[in-house]
């Protein structure tokens, strides 16, 4: 297993028993004010960024929404009110 840290936009690090950490590949990436370019990467990111499947698309999107979640503890008093509040007339 190889472990590979490249520098993107920032900090990338990737985990592989499948590539080798010699392997080098022109990777297409915009920068700003300089329009597009080609730089040489690890064919790790390449393939990564090649068959991720979506699947940071959904973390991201996922993100920009919060959930929150509340619990409240329910009593049977809360439930049935009036039969405990009932009172019995003969």
């Not at 993107?8 to 370019?37: A, C, I, M, W």
């Amino acid at each position: 297993m190889y472990g590979f840290a490249w520098m993107d936009n920032g900090p990338t690090y990737f985990l592989s028993t499948f590539h080798s950490p010699t392997e080098q590949v022109s990777l297409h990436r915009r920068v700003k004010r300089l329009g597009e370019r080609d730089f040489e990467g690890p064919r790790v990111a390449a393939d990564y960024n090649a068959n991720m499947g979506g699947v940071d698309l959904s973390d991201q999107k996922r993100a920009a929404f919060t959930c929150t979640r509340r619990y409240v503890t329910i009593a049977p008093e809360n439930i049935f009110p009036p039969q405990t509040n009932a009172h019995l007339r003969l």
